[in-house]
């Protein structure tokens, strides 16, 4: 199996585990973890496809490199407004999860 | 590849620059409304907004004379730069986002408005700040032509329409605001996804220069699937509409008409132009079939639940979630069996129309909604007795902009639902027809029990109306009769 390959599988691989936490997670900060899975697996894809310019004899495609860092910060910057969000909804005594019912006060006491 | 001296050489197309002056300027405004502070914030907004429109004027003056628009970003041609263009279809978006905008901005100063001494500004600065940063990102998204440009436009517009959700900080908003951006981010990184896939078969994210390379095979059609995914996640199109209700109902009048009327429309225009200009080899007609169906469950579903919504605003915003399905009719309506493409006909003409004027209505009914919250002190839709006698042009302004939700002549909503009428019978796909009729039907059934709630005598024991500013029920009056008219003007690109 050819390295390039390797990085495929491996960023395909965070996609699904970042998917499935999305979905089954209850809890929004482990929501937040999963989607930078997702966006991990993708930016990985971006350097894997970064390789298609060594076959014409560069070091590497620039262009996907460019695109990975700009993700990264866009990335970041969701992450940074989805976690604000929820400590306030935390400090608001709204809970940590999605879920109307799920909220007792005792969840609510919790961390988020 | 073209050398790099011939691609210097060419120079950028002439006539472009308004292009950029359209997206830079309100970033240009934001900039001042933060730096200008909490006590500006209003006063620069509303300055901000006549440049924005006269250049949204401008563009679409430029793009009826030349057909269209293009501007290469630092004079770089694709594939090495960005390009971005304007046809009839962003023209028109652009000026329906600047008429919506300065309209939500006139109707916020009551409640964004300069704050009084001792009053926090917080919200004030946050609402005028989203509003420009969504408008920026709405106008790159309707001139981007580059894939990733389009996924960054995408992002802004997400981050701009997040706190828009959840000005007022109670915990409901909060929650709907989360949710509403978990699926707007889910939606963009299936997009970056789908972009990965094309740059990695095809070396380009141009859409021009895609629309000459792709070719029908695996890696195109699993980025189409995922991109198409993750756009339709943005637009809330059923089955991925739940975030919409609670986060457009939840959100303050002037923040919802503007979500509800533009916000969706930004990721529907991306999902036109990736189909009908990167993507046109691609499509089939079965994925066309799907995805009408999926418009059609929206109407029938959006309608159905709207009727049973004892909340005016979730009514409203319940009535987003069908009239998005008709933006979707698009796809399998203009799909040409034999050449086995998308070809831009009616029923695009008919799309866009829908867009426009249901932007229009929407952002009208809204706000008026909002007046009508404001002077009963609630929205429940049973309680509204004595509307129609105490507030006659805040429910005037709502049932004109019903008339072109239900698609009654010579409103917008007619002109639009009659060209995708006449699709679905020109290509024998008798189905969507019975679909447009029934979803008209529902429509006009719930807001007929609203106007019937509002013509009744008020109950002995409601309580006295509060006062509501004549100037602010204008606004709404206004977008209502510009959403009716509509269909008068008949000659659009």
Same mark, same amino acid.
Request: charged share 10%; glycine share 12%.
């Given at each position: ?76 910057? &969701?992450?940074?407004?989805?976690? &604000? ?16 019912? &799920? ?10 | 590849? +073209? ?26 405004? /934001? ?63 652009? /000026? ?13 100063? %009551? ?6 001494? $001792? ?5 004030? @600065? ?31 517009? *997400? ?9 007022? $900080?109670?915990?409901?908003? /909060? ?24 740059? $990695? ?8 220069? @895609?629309?000459?390379? !792709? ?12 991109? *198409? ?12 509409? /739940? ?72 009514? !409203? ?31 695009? *003409? ?13 952002? %009208? ?7 009508? %919250? ?46 995708? @009428? ?20 529902? +429509? ?29 029920? *204008? ?14 003007? $008949?000659?659009?690109?």
């Amino acid at each position: 199996m050819s390295p390039t390959t390797l990085y495929g599988l491996c960023g395909a691989a965070l996609v699904g585990i970042g998917l499935y936490g999305l979905l089954t997670e209850p809890r929004l900060l482990r929501k937040i973890i999963a989607f930078n899975l997702v966006g991990s697996g993708v930016f990985l894809l971006f350097g894997v496809v970064a390789r298609r310019g060594a076959d014409a004899g560069l070091g590497g495609d620039p262009v996907p490199q460019a695109l990975v860092i700009t993700g990264i910060v866009v990335a970041f910057s &969701a992450t940074a407004l989805a976690v &604000a969000l929820l400590l306030r909804l935390h400090e608001t005594g709204g809970g940590v999860t999605l879920d109307d019912e &799920a909220d007792s006060p005792a969840a609510d006491r919790s961390t988020p | 590849m +073209t050398p790099l001296t011939e691609v210097l050489a060419a120079g950028p197309p002439a006539g472009g620059g308004w292009l950029v002056a359209a997206i830079a300027w309100p970033v240009i405004a /934001l900039l001042l409304v933060i730096a200008g502070g909490e006590r500006n914030a209003a006063r620069v907004g509303v300055l901000a907004l006549p440049v924005g429109f006269a250049i949204a004027v401008k563009v679409a003056l430029d793009v009826a004379g030349a057909g269209r628009l293009a501007y290469h970003v630092g004079g770089w041609a694709p594939p090495l730069g960005i390009a971005l263009q304007a046809d009839g279809l962003s023209a028109a978006m652009l /000026l329906v986002t600047a008429v919506v905008t300065s309209g939500a901005s006139i109707y916020a100063l %009551a409640d964004f408005g300069p704050p009084r001494a $001792g009053q926090s500004g917080r919200t004030t @600065l946050a609402f005028w700040a989203s509003l420009l940063g969504a408008w920026a990102a709405l106008n790159l998204a309707f001139l981007g032509n580059d894939l990733f440009n389009l996924y960054v436009a995408l992002e802004l517009l *997400t981050f701009a329409a997040v706190p828009l959700v959840c000005l007022d $900080g109670s915990a409901a908003t /909060l929650k709907a605001a989360l949710r509403y951006l978990l699926y707007a981010l889910v939606g963009s990184v299936l997009y970056l996804l789908g972009a990965v896939l094309l740059y $990695g078969a095809y070396g380009t994210l141009d859409m021009g220069l @895609l629309a000459q390379a !792709v070719r029908p095979e695996p890696a195109a059609w699993a980025a189409a699937g995922l991109m *198409t995914a993750g756009l339709l996640a943005k637009t809330a199109l059923f089955p991925l509409h /739940l975030w919409l209700p609670p986060a457009h109902a939840g959100a303050p009048p002037a923040a919802s008409a503007v979500l509800s009327a533009l916000v969706v429309k930004g990721s529907f225009f991306i999902v036109l132009r990736l189909w009908f200009d990167a993507l046109p080899g691609l499509a089939t007609a079965a994925a066309m079939q799907l995805v009408g169906l999926l418009g059609a469950g929206a109407i029938l579903y959006g309608s159905a639940l709207a009727l049973r919504q004892q909340r005016l605003k979730l009514l !409203v915003a319940y009535s987003t979630v069908a009239q998005i399905g008709y933006l979707f009719l698009v796809f399998p309506l203009a799909f040409d069996a034999s050449a086995g493409q998308l070809v831009a006909g009616a029923a695009l *003409t008919g799309g866009l129309l829908q867009a426009v004027s249901h932007a229009l209505a929407k952002a %009208a009914m809204f706000m008026s909604a909002g007046l009508i %919250a404001v002077a009963f002190g609630h929205d429940r839709i049973a309680e509204l007795g004595g509307l129609a006698r105490a507030r006659p042009a805040s429910l005037l302004a709502f049932a004109l902009a019903g008339v072109s939700l239900v698609g009654l002549p010579p409103s917008g909503g007619f002109a639009a639902k009659w060209l995708l @009428l006449s699709a679905a019978v020109a290509t024998g796909q008798w189905w969507w027809a019975a679909v447009i009729v029934t979803g008209g039907l529902l +429509t006009g059934a719930y807001l007929v029990l609203v106007l019937l709630r509002a013509l009744a005598e008020p109950a002995a024991s409601a309580a006295p109306l509060q006062p509501v500013a004549a100037w602010r029920e *204008t606004v709404p009056l206004v977008l209502a009769l510009l959403a009716v008219l509509m269909g008068l003007a $008949g000659v659009l690109p």
